[in-house]
């Protein structure tokens, strides 16, 4: 059976879907775990967390891409990633940054935020999904890896108006980014910016996705059967 593709947004499953491997889409760590499970019970033989990130390493500018060596949560627990599955990625994309991701429950939105979980755990980036992806693998004895890409970097916090612009489901809503500019017009600076940022971000994200080695499908070490292939749950 093939690995499969767990994304935390709906943009980011739409362009996950570009590898040719299934994809699940599920934001945060609670429904995140459940669409792990779904996965693996299916039949999964792994699993890729996929997506954006938020930037912890200073040097790391929007659009860089992140290739996890482990997942670590601010409790100190480690979860490493599977190396044959790590280098067969770091070899597909030699510009990625190989380090520490971050699990968290809730996203790190200030600078100070950022700082706090970059001093806490040495993770070079963080995401809300990645930290399910490895606990659910860990629990099933079942292979993961962690490709993400820097949206928000470390210096710059997320404005309020995107964060209430995300439903349950990880859609924009775009009627909740408007209720909060009128409430805050001084947010659309901000918001004009993280644009800015996420737009490099999909872009880097779209080509990676085109660019995931198409022998994480199935066969030899990387997987199991091409053939059998796990229903898309997204």
Known sequence: MAAAILTGMA???????????????AMGDAAAALAVHRLLEGGAGGIVSFGIAGGLAPDLRPGS????????DEDGAVFETWRPWRDRLQSAFPLARSALV??????????????RLRALTGAVAVDLESLAVARACHAWGRPFAVLRVVADPAWRALPR???????????MAPGAVLARLVADPRELVALGRLA?????AL??????AQA???????????GLDPAQRVRDVA
Not at 161 to 170: E, V
């Open 11 to 25: 943009l980011e499953a739409r362009l996950a879907r570009r590898s040719g491997l299934p994809v699940a889409c």
């Open 65 to 72: 891409l992140v290739l996890a060596t482990a997942v670590v």
């Open 102 to 115: 971050a699990g968290a429950r809730m996203p790190a939105a200030t600078v100070g935020d950022k700082a």
């Open 161 to 171: 108006a995107a964060m209430a612009g995300l439903d349950g489901a990880g859609r």
């Open 196 to 200: 800015w940022d996420l737009g490099r």
């Open 203 to 208: 872009a880097s994200l779209r080509g990676a």
């Open 212 to 222: 995931i080695p198409t022998d994480l499908l199935g066969g030899g070490p990387l």
